[in-house]
């Protein structure tokens, strides 16, 4: 039986203010060694999104490397529970600062993320962050928002036309630090050379659709210029919050040369 092509992936990622806001409260990070990718929206009075955007981001990526802070040499956890662990441990570094300081009271963040786990990708996301596969000519998104309209969407009680003009756009349902537990929703993809993952906020997906998206990729083989011009989008559309994004793509590697590199151009953290 023959085995399917290792992979090896190039990124970028690209963050933006918007048209409207005063400061940025998104955040994005990734360990390329461990292959995790991450990207949040925070909330919150005066500061605290971005505290906890920012929280949630490196908690996340420093638990997912070192799941039970004691692991036993033989043992290997599998990537969901790993992932699952970090999203938790993510939950209550947020909570806790929010519960012990008066300026942070409240404050929580969107969370949508992928660990490249050889030729799998598993996406976990809180609140309304996406992410998105595009994979031979289409694009289909992976993860289901968690906000008030999305789920009056699944109900039949709206439509998405109707979800599209409210202004109820921002309410959410689930949030890293809204309480003191946490529900992610985990999704489990095999990869195939050529494929492209994309992880967005809301500041993003509010104004490009999944066919805006795709055509996008099409305009442009580089990564670093897929992102910005998905920003340029937004921006055109009204850009009223502020606008991340990362983009992964799936290559068929040669001997010895499977891993992730970070494109020419892109931010590095």
């Known amino acids: 039986m023959l085995r399917p092509p290792i992979l ?3 990124f970028a990622a690209a963050t933006d203010i918007g048209c409207k806001r005063s400061n940025n409260e998104d955040c994005f990070g990734y360990d390329a060694e461990q292959g995790i990718f991450v ?6 009075g005066s500061a605290a999104g971005e505290v906890a955007s920012s929280m949630a981001v490196q908690t996340l990526i420093e638990s997912f490397g070192v799941p039970n802070g004691e692991l036993v040499a033989t043992e290997v956890k599998p990537v969901e529970d790993r992932l699952l662990n970090a999203i938790v441990a993510a939950n209550r570094a947020v909570r806790d600062a929010g519960n012990g300081n008066p300026d942070l009271n409240h404050m929580g963040t969107t969370l949508v993320c992928a660990c490249l786990d050889g030729d799998r990708a598993v996406v976990a996301n809180v609140g309304d962050s996406r992410a998105y596969l595009l994979r031979e000519g289409t ?4 993860t289901q928002d968690h906000s008030f309209l999305a789920e009056e969407v699944r109900k039949g009680n709206i439509t998405p036309e109707m979800a599209a003009a409210s202004d109820l756009q921002s309410v959410i349902t689930r949030a890293i630090g809204a309480g003191d537990t946490v529900e992610p929703d985990l999704f489990a993809a095999r990869l195939q050379a050529g494929d492209l ?3 967005a906020t809301d500041g993003l997906t509010r104004y490009a659709s999944a066919e805006e998206i795709l055509a996008a990729s099409n305009d442009t083989e580089e990564l670093a ?3 910005n011009k998905l920003i340029e989008h937004a921006k055109r559309g009204g850009g009223a919050d ?3 994004c990362i983009a992964l793509r799936a290559t068929e590697a040669a001997p010895g040369t499977d891993g992730y590199e970070l494109e020419d151009g892109a931010p590095a953290i």
Do not use: E, K, P, Y
């Open 8 to 10: 090896a992936f190039t």
């Open 39 to 44: 990207v949040c929206d925070g909330m919150g």
């Open 139 to 142: 694009c289909s998104q992976i």
């Open 197 to 199: 993952l994309l992880l």
């Open 225 to 227: 210029s897929f992102c």
């Open 242 to 244: 502020n606008i991340t």
